[in-house]
C-alpha cells in the first residue's frame, strides 16, 4: 500500500541499531553446506532477543555467485541456493512479527555479465540495450580508453571481442558497471527496487552509492600526492595510488538519488542507508547524499573499520561528521562482511578480546547515530584466520598473501558448540570452515554464561533504549588532560557524561571546569567510581553518570 503522507512512524531509521546477516554464512537448514533463507527465518528470534531494530541482509538475489551475490543476474529473484521468494515473504513476516524492520541490499553500480541486460548489450553496437553499460573505443594502439583501475586489481576495462569495445568495470571482469547516465537504465533499477517495495521491504542498504555515474568523458584519473591504501583497496593494491575524481562521486549521481527517495518516499516508513567509500573526500560525499530531506536518509563510511583503537580518532571521526554534515545522518559499524573483525584490530591480546569487545559496543551504542551490527560480534567472534585452499573471496584470492581477502569475516556463524560445525550445517562441508575457537564462543554456550559477551551485547542495546538521549541527542565533546574519550549525550532535561579509557592502564580524570555528576548511572558490565569531579577507571573502562 502506498502513501504520500509521511507516517508518525517514518523516522524509525535515526537511531536504530541494524543488525546485518550474511546469508551464506548464517544458517543453513538444506544440509548443502550454505545459509539459506529458512536459516535466517529459524534464527530471528536470537536476532530479537538482542534488542535491535531492523536486519540487514547481504545480497540473495540470482546470481553467479562470483562474488558471493553482489554480481547481480536477476534483481527480482531469489537465488535457488538460498530458497524462494516464498521463503522470503515468510521471513519477512516472521521478522515483522518479532518487530524488526527488513533492510535489503541494492547493488546497482554493475551487474553479472550473465544477467540479460548485459548479455544483450555485448552482442552488438546497436540493439536496445547497447547503451546500458559503460562502452568505449580502444586506443589506437589497442590499450584500453583511459587509466582506470579495478579495485579488485588490474585495469578497469575488459575488452569484448564481438562488440570490439572496451566496458568498465569497477570490481571483477565479471561486474561490468551499468551506464546511469542513459535514462532507461534508471527506469530499470528503479522498476526493481519498486518490486521489493511492494513486497513489503522496510529499506535498502545501496552498495557503492558514489559509483553509479563515472565522467562522460573518460578522463584519466590524476595520481594520488600521497599514494595510500584505505580500507577500500589495502597497501598492496596500486588503486590507491590514483587519485579517484572521474571513475566514481559524479555529480550527476545527487539528481539520481532524488529520484530514488522520491520513489521511497510513496511508501510509509522506509529508509536508506547508503555506502559511502570516496577516500578523503567521504564526509563531504555523505553531507551532499543526505543533506535537505530528498536523498538518503543515511550514509555510512569506512572510517570507523580501521585498526585506530584511540580516543583521538574516534574523536575527529565523530567531530568531523558533525562539523561537515549539518543536516544528514551517519550510520556507524566496527564491522562488517568486508572488513577484518573489530576484536581482532582493536584487542591487543587473545586474552583481552572479551574486554574490548564489550568495551566496543558500549563506546558505539553511545555515539550520536544509527548503528550496525555484524553478525556473530555480539559473540566477540575474532577473525579467522584461513588457509589459501580455502579461500572463496577473489579478492583475497588475488592479492594473497599480501592480503587475505574477506573470507575471515565471513565464517559461518557458530550456534551450539558441541556439534558438526558448530550447528550451522548438517553437511559434511561447510563453505568456508567453522574455527574451533568460534564454536567455543558459540551461542549456545555464552546463553549459559553470564558473564558473556552477547548477554552484554542484550544489557548494552537495552540500556540505548532506555534514555532518549543516545538515540538522537546532542553529542559534546570534553577536553580533558589525560588521554581518554569524553562526551555528554543531552536531550531535553537528560544530560550524560560518558568517559571511556580506551588504554590498558588505570587513569584517574578529573572533569572540567562547567561539568559535574549529579549521580553515577550503572552502566552494563562497567562499575568506573567517581568522587567528586574525579572519576577512576581501571583499565580498558567506561564510566556513565548524569551530568549538571
Same mark, same amino acid.
Given at each position: 500500500m502506498t502513501s504520500?503522507?509521511?507516517?508518525?512512524?517514518?523516522?524509525?531509521?535515526?537511531?536504530?541499531?541494524?543488525?546485518?546477516?550474511?546469508?551464506?554464512?548464517?544458517?543453513?537448514?538444506?544440509?548443502?553446506?550454505?545459509?539459506?533463507?529458512?536459516?535466517?527465518?529459524?534464527?530471528?528470534? /536470537?536476532?530479537?532477543?538482542?534488542?535491535?531494530?531492523?536486519?540487514?541482509?547481504?545480497?540473495?538475489?540470482?546470481?553467479?555467485?562470483?562474488?558471493?551475490?553482489?554480481?547481480?543476474?536477476?534483481?527480482?529473484?531469489?537465488?535457488?541456493?538460498?530458497?524462494?521468494?516464498?521463503?522470503?515473504?515468510?521471513?519477512?513476516?516472521?521478522? /515483522?512479527?518479532?518487530?524488526?524492520?527488513?533492510i535489503i541490499d541494492q547493488v546497482i553500480s554493475h551487474t553479472s555479465d550473465q544477467h540479460p541486460w548485459f548479455v544483450e548489450s555485448r552482442t552488438s553496437r546497436d540493439n536496445a540495450k547497447a547503451d546500458w553499460y559503460v562502452w568505449a573505443d580502444p586506443k589506437p594502439d589497442g590499450t584500453a580508453?583511459?587509466?582506470?583501475?579495478?579495485?579488485?586489481?588490474?585495469?578497469?576495462?575488459?575488452?569484448?571481442?564481438?562488440?570490439?569495445?572496451?566496458?568498465? /568495470?569497477?570490481?571483477?571482469?565479471?561486474?561490468?558497471?551499468?551506464?546511469? /547516465?542513459?535514462?532507461?537504465?534508471?527506469?530499470?533499477?528503479?522498476?526493481?527496487?519498486k518490486f521489493w517495495l511492494e513486497r513489503g521491504v522496510d529499506g535498502f542498504r545501496?552498495?557503492?552509492?558514489?559509483?553509479?555515474f563515472c565522467d562522460k568523458k573518460l578522463r584519466d584519473n590524476p595520481p594520488a600526492l600521497v599514494a595510500t591504501g584505505g580500507l577500500d583497496a589495502p597497501e598492496s593494491n596500486p588503486y590507491g595510488m590514483q587519485n579517484h575524481l572521474y571513475d566514481k562521486t559524479?555529480?550527476?549521481?545527487?539528481?539520481?538519488?532524488?529520484?530514488?527517495?522520491?520513489?521511497?518516499?510513496?511508501?510509509?516508513?522506509?529508509?536508506?542507508?547508503?555506502?559511502?567509500?570516496?577516500?578523503?573526500?567521504?564526509?563531504?560525499?555523505?553531507?551532499?547524499?543526505?543533506?535537505?530531506?530528498?536523498?538518503?536518509?543515511?550514509?555510512?563510511?569506512?572510517?570507523?573499520?580501521?585498526?585506530?583503537f584511540t580516543p583521538a580518532h574516534f574523536r575527529r571521526c565523530v567531530?568531523?561528521?558533525?562539523?561537515?554534515?549539518?543536516?544528514?545522518?551517519?550510520?556507524?559499524?566496527?564491522?562488517?562482511?568486508d572488513v577484518q573483525r573489530h576484536v581482532s584490530r582493536f584487542a591487543e591480546t587473545e586474552a583481552e578480546q572479551p574486554r574490548v569487545a564489550k568495551l566496543a559496543i558500549s563506546l558505539l551504542s553511545t555515539l550520536r547515530g544509527s548503528i550496525c551490527l555484524y553478525q556473530g560480534e555480539e559473540l566477540g567472534l575474532p577473525e579467522a584466520e584461513l588457509a589459501f585452499e580455502d579461500l572463496r573471496d577473489p579478492y583475497g584470492i588475488r592479492f594473497w598473501p599480501a592480503f587475505k581477502g574477506r573470507d575471515g569475516c565471513r565464517t559461518p556463524m557458530p550456534w551450539e558448540a558441541s556439534r558438526a560445525h558448530a550447528g550451522f550445517t548438517t553437511a559434511d562441508k561447510s563453505w568456508l570452515p567453522v574455527p574451533y575457537q568460534h564454536a567455543a564462543l558459540a551461542v549456545d554456550k555464552q546463553e549459559a554464561e553470564e558473564a558473556s559477551v552477547l548477554h552484554h551485547y542484550r544489557q548494552t542495546l537495552a540500556f540505548r533504549k532506555e534514555h532518549a538521549a543516545l538515540r538522537d541527542g546532542d553529542m559534546t565533546f570534553l577536553d580533558t588532560e589525560e588521554d581518554i574519550l569524553a562526551f555528554t549525550r543531552?536531550?531535553?532535561?537528560?544530560?550524560?557524561?560518558?568517559?571511556?579509557?580506551?588504554?590498558?592502564?588505570?587513569?584517574?580524570?578529573?572533569?572540567?571546569?562547567?561539568?559535574?555528576?549529579?549521580?553515577?548511572?550503572?552502566?552494563?558490565?562497567?562499575?568506573?567510581a567517581h568522587a567528586g569531579k574525579v572519576i577512576t577507571l581501571a583499565a580498558l573502562d567506561v564510566f556513565c553518570g548524569k551530568a549538571v
Open positions: 504520500t503522507k509521511k507516517a508518525a512512524g517514518a523516522d524509525w531509521w535515526r537511531g536504530s541499531v541494524i543488525y546485518q546477516v550474511y546469508p551464506r554464512s548464517f544458517q543453513d537448514t538444506d544440509a548443502n553446506g550454505l545459509g539459506d533463507i529458512k536459516g535466517i527465518t529459524r534464527r530471528l528470534p /536470537h536476532i530479537a532477543a538482542l534488542g535491535v531494530d531492523a536486519i540487514w541482509l547481504a545480497p540473495f538475489f540470482t546470481s553467479p555467485m562470483a562474488d558471493m551475490g553482489y554480481d547481480v543476474a536477476d534483481y527480482c529473484d531469489v537465488d535457488p541456493i538460498f530458497g524462494t521468494l516464498a521463503d522470503f515473504d515468510e521471513m519477512m513476516a516472521a521478522a /515483522h512479527q518479532l518487530g524488526l524492520k527488513v580508453p583511459n587509466n582506470w583501475l579495478s579495485i579488485f586489481g588490474g585495469p578497469g576495462w575488459e575488452w569484448d571481442g564481438v562488440r570490439r569495445q572496451y566496458y568498465q /568495470h569497477n570490481f571483477l571482469t565479471s561486474q561490468p558497471d551499468l551506464n546511469f /547516465h542513459n535514462s532507461d537504465v534508471q527506469d530499470a533499477v528503479l522498476a526493481a527496487v545501496l552498495d557503492t552509492v558514489n559509483y553509479y559524479q555529480p550527476e549521481n545527487v539528481n539520481f538519488l532524488k529520484r530514488f527517495r522520491a520513489l521511497l518516499d510513496q511508501y510509509e516508513d522506509r529508509t536508506t542507508v547508503g555506502e559511502v567509500g570516496d577516500g578523503a573526500r567521504s564526509l563531504q560525499t555523505v553531507a551532499a547524499y543526505t543533506s535537505g530531506g530528498d536523498k538518503l536518509h543515511m550514509c555510512y563510511t569506512f572510517d570507523l573499520l580501521g585498526p585506530d567531530s568531523d561528521f558533525q562539523d561537515n554534515v549539518v543536516d544528514g545522518w551517519v550510520c556507524w559499524a566496527f564491522s562488517n562482511h543531552q536531550k531535553g532535561n537528560e544530560a550524560l557524561l560518558f568517559v571511556f579509557n580506551l588504554s590498558r592502564k588505570p587513569v584517574k580524570v578529573t572533569l572540567p571546569a562547567g561539568i559535574a555528576i549529579a549521580n553515577t548511572v550503572p552502566m552494563p558490565g562497567f562499575g568506573a
